[in-house]
T-cell receptor, first 115, second 117 residues
Framework: QKEVEQNSGPLSVPEGAIASLNCTYS??????FFWYRQYSGKSPELIMS????GDKEDGRFTAQLNKASQYVSLLIRDSQPSDSATYLC???????????????FGTGTRLTIIP | GAVVSQHPSWVICKSGTSVKIECRSL??????MFWYRQFPKQSLMLMAT?????????EQGVEKDKFLINHASLTLSTLTVTSAHPEDSSFYIC?????????????FGPGTRLLVL
């Protein structure tokens, strides 16, 4: 079973601090990694995609990928109350039977930013 | 860009009726669309992969005769929940990949909340 694991939280971070979200995955052959944000009752919204080892920055968000350790993380700088949401890690995996590519999601980490 | 719409946003129906949900890519073409279901406090579960002009690929445990998928054009996929029962009540979300870019990024629609009485 190919898996994506996240700490379910809740993770509480003071406003203005850095929030760090972590994710590990089991399929060593995965090449595409995504972070989605999901507010309660809403559908997921893409925050970042990352394909190469290292860091990728976009505004207050930084995604980090380490394929050797099968680890991907998301850092949120200067956390705002509006960042309070569930963050889903998604990894593109190739299904062994049919070769189909599909996203496998972690269970999500619930983040609360405390004013 | 990369906007996906769904219709309806919510639906309440009686047990035994069928419900059709539409998923449209508004500003891009999508050869492949995906249908997910999410129960409260759980993560997204992929139900099926919808391919334009061909049969959908269903995940293990998803009944293809109950959840009918049609992907007749590059911008529209539909999911029909046939003979819906209360246990089918859930949040159904579609996503689409932009065919032009060839990337793996999936853009999600706003979701359809289904309540079966």
């Amino acid at each position: 079973q190919k898996e994506v694991e996240q700490n379910s939280g809740p993770l509480s971070v003071p406003e203005g601090a850095i929030a760090s979200l972590n994710c590990t995955y089991s399929d060593r052959g995965s090449q595409s990694f995504f972070w989605y944000r999901q507010y309660s009752g809403k559908s997921p919204e893409l925050i970042m995609s990352i394909y190469s080892n290292g860091d990728k920055e976009d505004g207050r968000f930084t995604a980090q990928l380490n394929k050797a350790s099968q680890y991907v993380s998301l850092l949120i700088r200067d956390s705002q109350p509006s960042d309070s949401a569930t963050y889903l890690c998604a990894v593109n995996m190739i299904e062994s039977n049919f070769g189909n590519e599909k996203l496998t999601f972690g269970t999500g980490t619930r983040l609360t930013i405390i004013p | 860009g990369a906007v996906v719409s769904q219709h309806p946003s919510w639906v309440i129906c009686k047990s035994g009726t069928s419900v059709k949900i539409e998923c449209r890519s508004l500003d891009f073409q999508a050869t492949t669309m995906f249908w997910y279901r999410q129960f409260p406090k759980q993560s997204l579960m992929l139900m099926a992969t919808s391919n334009e002009g061909s049969k959908a690929t269903y995940e293990q445990g998803v009944e293809k005769d109950k959840f009918l998928i049609n992907h007749a054009s590059l911008t529209l996929s539909t999911l029909t929940v046939t003979s819906a029962h209360p246990e089918d009540s859930s949040f159904y979300i579609c996503s689409a990949r932009d065919t032009r870019t060839g990337g793996q990024t999936q853009y999600f629609g706003p979701g359809t909340r289904l309540l079966v009485l």
